[in-house]
């Protein structure tokens, strides 16, 4: 069984910065890609950033120019560094991750992480 671990939420004034931590855990699989999502109160759940194991970036238009995604193969963890965050960053962060296990792609979703943007 193939698990995701998140960590690095937390409250944050607006423009600073944090950095968000999932690591994938188990044995006979290989990350096809993992990336980022959040869902604030009343909200669907969106994009926020996702990288493929080719190393392709994809990220959501709020987040260019200020989130930068980045991965270590080697730990099967993927960050998300977030800078000069805005109220409306506010919401709980989800990991997800496309892989193949047992020759079958199988979509994985961390527990998810707060992160409050507020003076």
């Known amino acids: 069984q193939v698990q995701l671990v998140e960590s690095g939420g937390g409250l944050v004034q607006p423009g600073g910065s944090l950095r968000l931590s999932c690591a994938a855990s188990?044995?006979?699989?290989?990350?096809?890609?993992m990336g980022w999502y959040r869902q604030a109160p009343g909200k669907q759940r969106e994009l926020v950033a996702t990288?493929?194991?080719?190393?392709?970036?994809n990220y959501a238009d709020s987040a260019k120019g200020r989130f930068t995604i980045s991965s270590d193969n080697a730990k099967n963890t993927v960050y998300l560094q977030m800078n000069s965050l805005k109220p409306d960053d506010t919401a709980v962060y989800y990991c997800n991750s496309l892989i193949l296990i047992f020759s079958r792609t199988n979509e994985l979703w961390g527990q998810g992480t707060q992160v409050t943007v507020s003076s």
């Open positions: 188990g044995i006979n699989f290989t990350i096809l890609r």
């Open positions: 990288i493929a194991g080719t190393g392709r970036t």
